[in-house]
């Protein structure tokens, strides 16, 4: 699950801070040699100050000379008279400022890092936060992410690295973190999905049962399979279910539909091949309501968002069935497509969240990341694995965990 995303995100981070690690310590190498150049030139420049002070100091002992003669040559080139000598610090300090001027002109040509002086704290420049950026913004794209939700995280990002200090003994970790941060900022500007178990019981409190659940997506996303796997979630709260087979469509789907609901040991309201669908979700409601089942989980055939006919067959579901929650079940290997999908299928009903299906054998993970960013429509589960048990509530805490574990 996010293998493709974990291993990009983490050798881009892996990769930049080594990079930054290594002329940190190359700048630091060139500093020290600076150093010790400059402390040298410091010493013989001191050494030949004394020496000049000593040829001109006159020894205290020696009584005052009388004034010589001032010979006509020695007018037209007179002894200059000895400069007071400046003191050591000032020495330093005057080359120091001219030095300096250079350096730091040196240092901001060659490179956009603003090192701390007195710190081991470097803040990142433009010019290397722009390519690390880049090789993320590859990352991410080549793992399904979309291109609205990459440019979004990256801008969060780029404002995140600029007011960041990086420790430059850990930069790897301070990038990870910060990676993380804005990972969890673009998810958490998502609306915060349902959670089917405790709208149920929210219903179930207030006496408005049964809570009626449409599923529907693309062909072959999971749909029957992830009915099952709400239908077990509730069962272990304790809460009923009815399965409706509204899946006609294919004469083995209605089979399908039977054999989860055995499995799990929910009750389910099927007709014969090619049956109105919205009949067949009538009868599990009314089912429902005789027999005191607190939800329905209405099956839907699988179709393409482009076929009329099955749409209008599902229009049709909708004002029958009155569904308290739509979900849209996709697929997360579908790639770019999907928010597509969603989008079309949102044109003629209402979606309330999207359930995506087969994490586990997603290379890359992207759309998870993406797809509420994308179509606006929360993201409520993740399905990983076949099993009933394989269904994990979607937040953006697991999201980034899963690419970027926090250790
Ligand atoms: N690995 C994995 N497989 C899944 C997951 N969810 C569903 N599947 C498998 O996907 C296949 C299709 O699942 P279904 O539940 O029949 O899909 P559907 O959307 O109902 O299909 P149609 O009714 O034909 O449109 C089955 O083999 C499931 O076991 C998942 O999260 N992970
Ligand atoms: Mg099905």
Same mark, same amino acid.
């Given at each position: ?8 995100? @983490? ?6 801070? =080594? ?35 000593? =040829? ?20 037209? /080139?007179?002894?200059? =008279? ?37 710190? @081991? ?27 609205? %939700? %990459?440019? %979004? ?10 007011? +960041? =200090? ?7 970790? *301070?990038?990870?973190?910060? #990676? ?5 900022? !673009? ?8 959670? #089917? *178990? ?12 049964? #809570? ?12 029957? +399979? $992830? ?18 087979? @509204?899946? $006609?469509?294919?004469?083995?789907? !209605?089979?399908?539909?039977?054999? /989860? ?29 005789? /027999? ?13 968002? $482009? ?18 929650? +739509? ?5 997360? $290997? +579908? ?34 990341? @993406? ?34 574990? *926090? *250790?």
């Amino acid at each position: 699950m996010f293998d493709g995303l974990k291993k990009k995100l @983490s050798e881009a981070v892996k990769i930049f801070a =080594k990079k930054e690690e290594k002329e940190i310590k190359e700048e630091t190498k060139e500093e020290r040699r600076e150093e010790r150049r400059e402390e040298a030139k410091e010493k013989a420049e001191r050494a030949e100050a004394k020496a000049e002070e000593e =040829k001109t100091a006159l020894p205290p002992s020696q009584p005052p000379r009388p004034a010589p003669q001032t010979k006509p040559e020695e007018e037209a /080139h007179p002894v200059p =008279k000895p400069q007071p000598i400046e003191s050591k610090n000032e020495v330093k300090e005057e080359r120091r400022g001219g030095e300096k001027d250079n350096k730091e002109l040196l240092k901001l040509s060659l490179k956009t890092k603003i090192k701390g002086v007195f710190t @081991s704290n470097i803040t990142l420049g433009d010019k290397e936060i722009d390519d690390f950026l880049d090789n993320l913004k590859l990352s991410l794209l080549q793992s399904d992410v979309s291109f609205e %939700a %990459a440019e %979004a995280f990256l801008e969060d990002l780029r404002g995140n690295l600029k007011s +960041t =200090k990086l420790d430059s003994r850990n930069i790897q970790r *301070n990038l990870v973190d910060a #990676v993380r941060k804005s990972l969890f900022d !673009i998810l958490a500007r998502s609306r915060a999905g349902i959670d #089917v *178990n405790l709208f149920v019981k929210e219903k179930i409190a207030v006496g408005n049962t049964p #809570v009626k659940i449409l599923f529907l997506g693309p062909n072959g996303t999971g749909k029957t +399979t $992830t009915i099952a796997k709400i239908a077990h979630a509730l069962k272990k709260e304790g809460i009923s279910s009815v399965m409706s087979a @509204s899946d $006609t469509f294919r004469a083995a789907a !209605i089979e399908q539909t039977e054999h /989860h609901a055995t499995k799990v040991g929910v009750p389910v309201i099927k007709s014969k091949y090619g049956a109105d669908p919205a009949s067949i979700a009538f009868d599990a409601i009314a089912y429902a309501k005789a /027999h005191g089942i607190q939800a329905v989980l209405i099956d839907s055939a699988g179709r393409q968002e $482009t076929n009329k006919n099955l749409i209008k067959e599902m229009e049709k579901m909708v004002r029958v069935a009155q569904p308290d929650i +739509t979900i849209f079940v996709g697929e997360s $290997t +579908t790639g770019n497509q999907l928010s597509e999908q969603v989008r079309e299928f949102a044109k003629f009903m209402r979606i309330d969240g999207i359930i995506l299906t087969k994490l586990d054998v997603d290379a890359k993970g992207g759309n998870a990341i @993406s797809i509420a960013y994308t179509t606006g429509i929360p993201l409520l589960y993740l399905g990983t694995g076949e099993s009933y048990d394989a269904l994990v509530r979607y937040t953006p805490d697991f999201i980034v965990d899963s690419i970027l574990p *926090n *250790n």
